[in-house]
């Protein structure tokens, strides 16, 4: 039976897959922070931050981000998914950080673009087949499809040991029709093979790389360089953490392809900015 979530332009059921997961769960729509739920004994609900054009105002798409709380204390998403696997419901957890990330996008201003979305990276390895399946008739049970979503992979979190297993289960999604994207790139240790591995659609550049040009003409001529080898490679180009008006002209120069960045908007509840 669908549970109905009603909000300002509207009214959303959870999705089936979602509930089988989650039985206990339970939504709401709060005027302050759009769709939350409760489970794990937590409150958890969105946020997103907007993604821009090459021309830093059109907005192509925009990324979720978890916010969770328990007794109105916040709690760092790394904490929560931590604690979701000790209690060995990464796998599911993570779904229903996804769904409700999508109930959200679906509510707000944007739900005609592009929706980023974050992939726990051990649960890339965890699932041992049909990567994607269950997420699917999720998004097919909102009206969606995998074309209309980024799945964000930070693949650094992945040991070397596993890095094939990193390499099929990215295949399998693309395979589906999702688009996959590098995050956090040139964070740690920028590996160039598992680029020319996994040929993300996407590569996002870690802000470290956009912060490091200030006032540093050399850093500015290597990102530039580091844009056209990925562009090289088929993969389009975020810069992120883009802070000020003249981090947002060294990334124009770059010829990078999209933008992110507090600068051009902070993440934000549904229509609001937190």
């Given at each position: 039976?669908?549970?109905?979530?009603?909000?300002?332009?509207?009214?959303?059921?959870?999705?089936?897959?979602?509930?089988?997961?989650?039985?206990?769960?339970?939504?709401?729509?709060?005027?302050?922070?759009?769709?939350?739920?409760?489970?794990?004994?937590?409150?958890?609900?969105?946020?997103?931050?907007?993604?821009?054009?090459?021309?830093a105002e059109t907005i192509i798409g925009e990324e979720g981000l978890l916010r969770a709380s328990i007794r109105r204390k916040a709690i760092s998403p790394a904490d929560v998914f931590k604690s979701a696997a000790r209690g060995e419901c990464l796998v599911a957890f993570d779904r229903l950080c996804r769904?409700?990330?999508?109930?959200?996008?679906?509510?707000?201003?944007?739900?005609?673009?592009?929706?980023?979305?974050?992939v726990h990276p051990e649960l890339l390895i965890a699932v041992e087949k049909q990567h994607g399946e269950a997420f699917e008739r999720i998004l097919q049970d909102q009206g969606l499809k995998p074309t209309d979503v980024v799945l964000e992979i930070l693949e650094s979190a992945i040991p070397d040991?596993?890095?094939?297993?990193?390499?099929?289960?990215?295949?399998?999604?693309?395979?589906?029709?999702?688009?996959?994207?590098?995050?956090?790139?040139?964070?740690?240790?920028a590996n160039l093979c598992r680029l020319l591995s996994l040929s993300p659609d996407i590569v996002k550049l870690d802000k470290v790389l956009i912060h490091a040009?200030?006032?540093?003409?050399?850093?500015?001529?290597?990102?530039?360089?580091?844009?056209?080898?990925?562009?090289?490679?088929?993969?389009?180009?975020?810069?992120?953490?883009?802070e000020s008006a003249e981090q947002l002209a060294i990334a124009k120069e770059s010829g990078a392809d999209f933008f992110q960045g507090?600068?051009?908007?902070?993440?934000?509840?549904?229509?609001k900015h937190i």
């Open positions: 039976m669908p549970v109905p979530v009603h909000h300002a332009s509207g009214t959303l059921h959870v999705p089936e897959d979602t509930l089988a997961d989650w039985p206990s769960a339970q939504f709401a729509c709060t005027q302050e922070r759009g769709i939350v739920v409760k489970a794990l004994g937590l409150e958890l609900t969105s946020v997103f931050q907007p993604i821009f054009a090459a021309d769904s409700l990330h999508l109930m959200n996008h679906l509510a707000g201003p944007q739900k005609d673009k592009t929706l980023f979305l974050n040991a596993q890095e094939t297993d990193l390499t099929h289960a990215v295949q399998n999604y693309r395979q589906r029709g999702y688009r996959i994207a590098i995050d956090d790139y040139g964070q740690k240790n040009t200030d006032n540093n003409s050399k850093a500015q001529r290597l990102l530039g360089q580091l844009v056209e080898m990925l562009h090289g490679l088929d993969s389009q180009v975020v810069i992120e953490g883009i507090y600068f051009l908007a902070e993440p934000r509840y549904l229509n």
